[in-house]
């Protein structure tokens, strides 16, 4: 690797090197600041059949609709109540 940074012109290598930093730096933030923002819109999300808070389970059939459990989901698919219908 050393030899073909010393072949390659001093612009290309800079822009190698900084790009690298840039997702270090992307990496260590989502490691300390905890999350991205799927993480804390998923607190908010309702589930689809008992509205309870923090749903996570999506549906398999429509992957529009949010559950609770796979047990609230399955119920769901009984009372035909998903978004996939």
């Not at 072949?7 to 270090?24: D, H, N, S």
């Not at 804390?40 to 808070?53: E, G, H, I, S």
């Amino acid at each position: 690797m050393v030899g073909l940074a010393q072949k390659l012109p001093f612009p290309v290598v800079a822009l190698g090197g900084a790009i690298v930093g840039v997702f270090a730096l992307l990496k260590l933030k989502r490691l300390v600041g905890g999350g991205d923002f799927a993480d804390a819109q998923a607190k908010y999300r309702r589930c689809n059949r008992c509205a309870k808070k923090g749903a996570k389970v999506r549906c398999t059939r429509c992957r529009r609709a949010y559950y609770c459990s796979r047990s609230c989901l399955k119920a769901a698919w009984k009372l035909e109540i998903c978004e996939c219908d």
